[in-house]
């Protein structure tokens, strides 16, 4: 597997072929309410050639965890502890100068919000030919042909003339698509992918996510693809790290995860989502009340206020103790193996059709 390969409390050897692998990372927000957890001992690892899924709601930590990774916080107003290596180099003890050099080149990212991440100032083209021009030495005509081409692999039509608009003149779909070429422009090792498809249309999204694979496929890149679409999540990656307030509760291949999910936060996000060969009639099942408070998170399980099982564990384990995530297949539950099977082959399974 190309996912986490220990606990979240008990360090771990990282893995030799892990071309990124992240350790126990916790980030924390000062804010005038208090400190915020955003991550909060997060582990795992992404292979080359590999894609790791992520998944969860709103607020769960998966872009915080991203955007981290890139060394894209204020860290003067931010506390990231625990370790992140890429390729063999820690980079959340690395300078700026050396991230900077990273950012764009060796690694990139497709940003949710392609209106918040484009310049209105300058050109698409030019926001395009920059990170070109400066990793890899190119002139500008040489940087220029490489934006038309990736402007082109994106679906954007009249690349030619589309290269000197600038972003407002771009529709929302072809910003974000602008987004993606220019997270492609130095054929990233490491792809971080937030949300890339959610503006458009079915037709340009799978373009889109064929180009993906055969950027990894011709690379070897490896791909970490955040997304609230788990039809995507089946048809793009390998393995799958389910995540809430900011912990992972739920990893395995995406086979096991989502063929025979073992967390009731997992089991509800399934449960929610409209199936085509499901009854037109039958009502979807949402997972109740909101996401905790990260100023406040709750005690033992965070997930056990929403749960609909932790009457099924003793001693009320799910309020007072956090439950692990064991190496290999795991959910972080403190349901035995057996309640699981039985309350997912009477209960879930039925409902998931």
């Known amino acids: 597997m190309s996912t986490l390969t220990k606990t979240e409390d008990t360090p771990a050897a990282t893995a030799p072929e892990a071309f990124l692998s992240v350790r126990d990372l916790r980030v924390r927000f000062s804010t005038e309410d208090g400190i915020v957890k955003a991550v909060d001992g997060l582990s795992f690892d992404v292979e080359r050639g590999k894609t790791l899924g992520i998944v969860g709601e709103s607020g769960s930590g998966k872009s915080v965890t991203n955007l981290t990774v890139l060394g894209l916080h204020n860290r003067k107003t931010t506390d990231i502890q625990g370790e992140i290596i890429l390729d063999g180099q820690e980079l ?3 300078p ?5 050099k990273l950012r764009g080149n060796k690694a990139a990212m497709i940003f949710q919000d392609p209106l918040t991440a484009l310049s209105p100032y300058y050109t698409v083209g030019r926001q395009l030919s920059e990170p070109f021009m400066k990793h890899r030495g190119a002139s500008k005509k040489e940087a220029r042909d490489r934006a038309i081409e990736m402007l082109t692999k994106v679906g954007i ?3 030619q003339t589309r290269f000197d608009d600038y972003p407002h003149q771009f529709s929302g779909g072809m910003r974000q698509r602008a987004m ?7 054929d990233p090792e490491l792809l971080i992918a937030d949300e890339p498809t959610t503006a458009l249309d079915v037709t340009v999204q799978a373009q889109i996510l064929d180009l993906l694979k055969d950027l990894q496929q011709e690379f070897g890149s490896a791909i970490i693809f955040i997304t609230h679409d788990l039809g995507v999540i089946a048809n793009m990656a390998d393995d799958l790290l389910v995540m809430y307030a900011g912990r992972a509760v739920e990893r395995g291949t995406v086979r096991e995860v989502l ?5 009731p936060y997992t089991w509800g996000l399934l449960s929610s989502m409209p199936r085509l060969t499901g009854d037109i009639d039958e009502e979807l099942v949402p997972i109740p009340g909101s996401p905790p408070s990260l100023l406040n998170p709750p005690s033992g399980c965070p997930f056990n206020p929403r749960c609909a099982y932790s009457g099924h564990v003793a001693d009320s384990l799910c309020t007072t103790e956090r439950p692990p995530l064991a190496p290999g297949r795991a959910a972080a539950c403190h349901l035995t193996a057996g309640q699981k099977q039985t309350i997912f082959v009477n209960e879930i399974k039925p409902r998931l059709g």
Do not use: D, K
């Open 96 to 100: 700026e100068r050396e991230m900077e």
């Open 157 to 159: 039509p009249q690349p």
């Open 180 to 186: 993606i070429a220019m997270a492609l422009m130095c």
């Open 92 to 94: 959340n003890s690395a």
């Open 259 to 263: 063929q025979t999910p073992s967390h």
